[in-house]
Protein backbone atom coordinates (compact mmCIF):
# COMPACT_ATOMS: atom_id res chain seq x y z
CA UNK A 1 0.00 0.00 0.00
CA UNK A 2 1.47 3.59 -0.93
CA UNK A 3 2.12 5.58 1.86
CA UNK A 4 0.28 8.14 0.66
CA UNK A 5 -2.82 6.62 1.00
CA UNK A 6 -2.06 5.46 4.49
CA UNK A 7 -2.08 9.39 5.14
CA UNK A 8 -5.64 10.02 3.75
CA UNK A 9 -7.25 7.02 5.31
CA UNK A 10 -5.84 8.41 8.76
CA UNK A 11 -7.22 11.29 7.79
CA UNK A 12 -10.77 10.31 6.81
CA UNK A 13 -11.11 8.36 9.39
CA UNK A 14 -10.38 10.47 12.16
CA UNK A 15 -12.69 13.18 10.48
CA UNK A 16 -15.52 10.47 10.18
CA UNK A 17 -14.68 9.27 13.58
CA UNK A 18 -14.80 13.03 15.17
CA UNK A 19 -18.04 13.55 13.08
CA UNK A 20 -19.62 10.71 15.13
CA UNK A 21 -18.12 11.14 18.47
CA UNK A 22 -19.21 15.07 18.49
CA UNK A 23 -22.85 14.35 16.93
CA UNK A 24 -24.10 10.82 18.05
CA UNK A 25 -22.07 9.41 20.60
CA UNK A 26 -21.41 12.52 23.00
CA UNK A 27 -25.28 13.96 22.94
CA UNK A 28 -26.66 10.51 23.45
CA UNK A 29 -24.12 9.09 26.23
CA UNK A 30 -26.17 9.11 29.50
CA UNK A 31 -24.10 6.69 32.19
CA UNK A 32 -21.75 7.71 34.95
CA UNK A 33 -18.33 5.82 33.47
CA UNK A 34 -15.56 8.10 34.44
CA UNK A 35 -13.31 7.37 32.08
CA UNK A 36 -15.65 7.16 28.90
CA UNK A 37 -16.24 10.50 30.27
CA UNK A 38 -12.93 11.60 29.93
CA UNK A 39 -12.40 10.00 26.58
CA UNK A 40 -15.18 11.53 25.07
CA UNK A 41 -13.54 15.29 26.49
CA UNK A 42 -10.53 14.74 25.27
CA UNK A 43 -11.20 12.46 21.55
CA UNK A 44 -12.21 15.90 19.92
CA UNK A 45 -8.84 17.78 20.39
CA UNK A 46 -7.23 14.40 19.68
CA UNK A 47 -8.66 13.20 16.59
CA UNK A 48 -7.72 16.25 14.73
CA UNK A 49 -4.27 16.44 16.17
CA UNK A 50 -3.95 13.24 14.35
CA UNK A 51 -5.88 13.71 11.10
CA UNK A 52 -5.02 17.48 10.24
CA UNK A 53 -1.16 16.75 10.26
CA UNK A 54 -1.41 13.80 8.13
CA UNK A 55 -3.27 15.62 5.53
CA UNK A 56 -0.89 18.39 5.23
CA UNK A 57 2.07 15.99 5.20
CA UNK A 58 0.13 14.46 2.22
CA UNK A 59 -0.96 17.93 0.41
CA UNK A 60 2.51 20.05 0.59
CA UNK A 61 4.31 17.61 -1.82
CA UNK A 62 1.45 17.63 -4.28
CA UNK A 63 1.81 21.60 -3.96
CA UNK A 64 6.05 21.84 -3.63
CA UNK A 65 8.48 20.92 -5.95
CA UNK A 66 10.93 18.66 -4.12
CA UNK A 67 13.89 20.94 -4.23
CA UNK A 68 12.16 23.88 -1.89
CA UNK A 69 12.84 23.88 1.76
CA UNK A 70 8.65 23.64 2.71
CA UNK A 71 9.28 20.05 0.71
CA UNK A 72 12.19 19.04 2.65
CA UNK A 73 10.61 20.37 6.42
CA UNK A 74 7.43 19.17 5.64
CA UNK A 75 6.49 16.84 8.69
CA UNK A 76 7.51 20.25 11.20
CA UNK A 77 5.94 22.10 8.84
CA UNK A 78 2.82 19.91 8.76
CA UNK A 79 2.79 20.12 12.50
CA UNK A 80 2.68 23.55 13.10
CA UNK A 81 -0.03 24.39 10.69
CA UNK A 82 -2.27 21.99 12.82
CA UNK A 83 -1.15 23.33 16.08
CA UNK A 84 -1.96 26.58 15.04
CA UNK A 85 -5.23 25.49 13.82
CA UNK A 86 -6.65 23.48 16.95
CA UNK A 87 -4.99 26.07 19.49
CA UNK A 88 -6.42 28.80 17.31
CA UNK A 89 -9.98 26.87 18.01
CA UNK A 90 -9.20 27.03 21.76
CA UNK A 91 -9.00 30.84 21.80
CA UNK A 92 -12.20 31.00 19.49
CA UNK A 93 -14.61 28.58 21.64
CA UNK A 94 -13.42 31.07 24.39
CA UNK A 95 -15.41 33.98 22.76
CA UNK A 96 -18.52 31.52 21.46
CA UNK A 97 -19.55 30.25 24.65
CA UNK A 98 -22.01 27.03 24.31
CA UNK A 99 -21.29 26.77 20.49
CA UNK A 100 -18.23 24.05 19.21
CA UNK A 101 -16.81 23.70 22.74
CA UNK A 102 -14.48 20.79 22.99
CA UNK A 103 -14.64 20.80 26.45
CA UNK A 104 -17.54 18.18 27.00
CA UNK A 105 -17.20 18.09 31.13
Request: glycine share 8%.
Amino acid sequence: MNRKYFYYLVFGVTFLTFGLVQDYIRPNYEAENSLIIYFLGVIPNFLPGIGLPSLFYVTIPEIFKPNTSIYRNRLKLSIIISMIGLIGNEFITIYTPGRGVFDWN
